[in-house]
């Protein structure tokens, strides 16, 4: 076997591992969430409203996360999702206000819904492609881009708008938001059937594998074949598909549109992601992890609401929920950085070290 056929096994254990490490750590960090609200608020906490309630709430920030972890595992980030998914949601309830979507029913409502917001994620995907160009052909930072762009889609949004809430959607649209099926909310099951699909294309599909050694070592995979700009354009479409499919379930379940929702969503994304086990400098995260992220921190939020903790103290859980996850993961990379043998003089450097000057987006 060739040096770069073992460095590539090498990569592809050491992520397994590290997979297999954070899966099991939220696991654990998720059961002693699960038995200590239940022990605190016996009967409460454990019911089956209160799941339902968790269940309602998922699927809004676990969409935004699962876009945020797209864009780490290039090595990039998106900010501007939460944006995104208010013009979803703009676009679809403009779109129902003028065609008097309040007042149809039967399968006129249900053919309004599905054209609509076929329209609010088409939207979706042209700030996604947008995006996508300013990082991939025009070679913007990627932090730097999707603040620009953040900027710029909330601006689109108010001036829409005038800054006031839009309404007027039918029963047909709202049920996506509101309505269960046998005791699990119909969001739910969407957002379970998005991260299954996003976890194909991650897991068993060549873009996944291209997006993960780009996010890797862009120089390197660069020269193994790989058209970086087109995978990093494919990149922020993901990302702002995911986003919009989030601004559909907001506006559903809120059943309404705002330019500013969600304005706290953009940070606690990106908790859940850090927490699922995404590598910010890119290369590595799981769809299964920020599933169960965002399950986790739902779960403390709920229990903060029963135990009638104010949301700045679940602000600051968030916190040091995410500290100790980062301290953990620098102790454990410095333990295993000192146990790694030192490279032999005759073979090469690792691939994965790249200067920060050589990481270029083409």
Do not use: C
């Not at 506006?251 to 706290?264: E, H, V, W």
Request: no cysteine; aromatic share 6%.
């Amino acid at each position: 076997m060739t040096m770069t056929g073992l460095d590539a096994t090498t990569r592809r254990v050491v992520g397994v591992l590290q997979e297999r490490r954070s899966l099991s750590r939220l696991l654990a960090l998720a059961l002693a969430v699960l038995i200590g609200f239940s022990v605190l608020s016996p009967g409460v906490f454990s019911s089956v409203i209160n799941f339902q309630t968790i269940a309602f709430t998922v699927p809004e920030i676990g969409l935004l996360s699962l876009a945020i972890m797209v864009a780490m595992l290039t090595g990039g980030i998106d900010l501007s999702i939460v944006s995104i998914a208010n013009l979803t949601a703009l676009t679809t309830a403009t779109l129902f206000v003028a065609a008097g979507g309040a007042e149809a029913t039967g399968g006129h409502a249900v053919l309004l819904t599905v054209l609509f917001v076929a329209a609010g994620l088409l939207v979706a995907l042209l700030a996604g492609l947008f995006n996508g160009f300013l990082v991939a052909v025009v070679g913007v930072t990627p932090i730097l881009a999707t603040l620009g762009t953040m900027q710029l889609y909330n601006g689109i949004a108010v001036a829409w708008t005038g800054g006031e809430a839009l309404y007027g959607m039918p029963d047909a649209f709202l049920a996506i938001g509101i309505n269960t099926v046998a005791l699990i909310p119909i969001s739910f099951v969407t957002f379970v059937l998005v991260a299954v699909a996003l976890a194909v294309l991650l897991d068993r599909s060549p873009l996944g594998t291209k997006l993960r050694l780009v996010g890797a070592n862009p120089t390197a995979a660069r020269f193994s074949g790989i058209r970086n700009r087109r995978v990093l354009l494919t990149t922020y479409v993901v990302t702002g598909l995911l986003a919009g499919i989030a601004g559909v379930l907001i506006a559903s379940r809120a059943a309404s549109a705002s330019p500013d929702y969600g304005a706290s969503y953009l940070l606690l994304a990106i908790v859940v992601a850090v927490l699922g086990g995404t590598n910010p400098y890119g290369g590595f995260g799981t769809v299964l992890g920020v599933v169960l992220a965002a399950v986790t921190l739902e779960m403390v939020s709920s229990g903060f609401n029963i135990m009638r903790l104010s949301p700045f103290e679940y602000t600051i859980a968030q916190g040091l929920i995410l500290v100790a996850v980062m301290v953990l993961d620098a102790v454990h990379r410095r333990r295993r950085g000192r146990a790694a043998p030192p490279p032999r003089p005759e073979d090469p450097a690792p691939s994965g070290v790249v200067k920060e000057e050589m990481r270029e987006p083409g």
